[in-house]
T-cell receptor, first 113, second 117 residues
Framework: AQTVTQSQPEMSVQEAETVTLSCTYD???????LFWYKQPPSRQMILVIR??????QNATENRFSVNFQKAAKSFSLKISDSQLGDAAMYFC??????????FGAGTILRVKS | GAVVSQHPSRVICKSGTSVKIECRSL??????MFWYRQFPKQSLMLMAT?????????EQGVEKDKFLINHASLTLSTLTVASAHPEDSSFYIC?????????????FGAGTRLSVL
């Protein structure tokens, strides 16, 4: 069974600064994906970034990047130049190809102006 | 692309009423859809995996007779909460799996808030 742990219930960041959200996971699968989803107050789940486990290169999407440490089973999300619109609940998730996702408990990110 | 529509967004009903929630993939075909439940300030918990043309696979502890899932086409899955009671009040979210190359990525609907009085 897969498990995903987000140890930070809440984080704060000053606008324009950088913040890192932590995530660790455990899986017995050799092929799997890792994801970060954002859930704003509207509660719509938005895919932020994804990482294939077989790829060594860390994924990046504009201001969002990950630090994927496969041996340590760690998958942190870095948000650079934080904006007010980044404020949301962030979920880390692990899944097999085409199969169900297991989500972490989430981290509330607050952005201060 | 990859738009998933979920309807209705909000339902308020009396105890004992059955409620149907629809999940549609608007611009792609989804052989697999997923149904999640989310309590306030908590994570998403998978309820069931819905495969087109076959019976849904329910997670442990989810009552299949209470949460009826029908995946009648490649673009539509429905979740019916049978004889809803106040403890069924929650936020329900669906997702549809889209094939992108050799990968399948889940895209989410906007969710349905169910309040049972």
């Amino acid at each position: 069974a897969q498990t995903v742990t987000q140890s930070q219930p809440e984080m704060s960041v000053q606008e324009a600064e950088t913040v890192t959200l932590s995530c660790t996971y455990d899986t017995s699968e050799s092929d799997y994906y890792l994801f970060w989803y954002k859930q704003p107050p509207s509660r719509q789940m938005i895919l932020v970034i994804r990482q294939e486990a077989y790829k060594q290169q860390n994924a990046t999407e504009n201001r969002f990047s990950v630090n994927f440490q496969k041996a340590a089973k760690s998958f942190s999300l870095k948000i650079s130049d934080s904006q007010l619109g980044d404020a949301a609940m962030y979920f880390c998730a692990c899944g097999e190809y085409g199969n169900k996702l297991v989500f972490g408990a989430g981290t509330i990110l607050r952005v201060k102006s | 692309g990859a738009v998933v529509s979920q309807h209705p967004s909000r339902v308020i009903c009396k105890s004992g009423t059955s409620v149907k929630i629809e999940c549609r993939s608007l611009d792609f075909q989804a052989t697999t859809m997923f149904w999640y439940r989310q309590f306030p300030k908590q994570s998403l918990m998978l309820m069931a995996t819905s495969n087109e043309g076959s019976k849904a696979t329910y997670e442990q502890g989810v009552e299949k007779d209470k949460f009826l899932i029908n995946h009648a086409s490649l673009t539509l899955s429905t979740l019916t909460v049978a004889s809803a009671h106040p403890e069924d009040s929650s936020f329900y979210i669906c997702s549809a799996s889209r094939t992108e190359g050799v990968k399948n990525i889940q895209y989410f609907g906007a969710g349905t808030r169910l309040s049972v009085l």
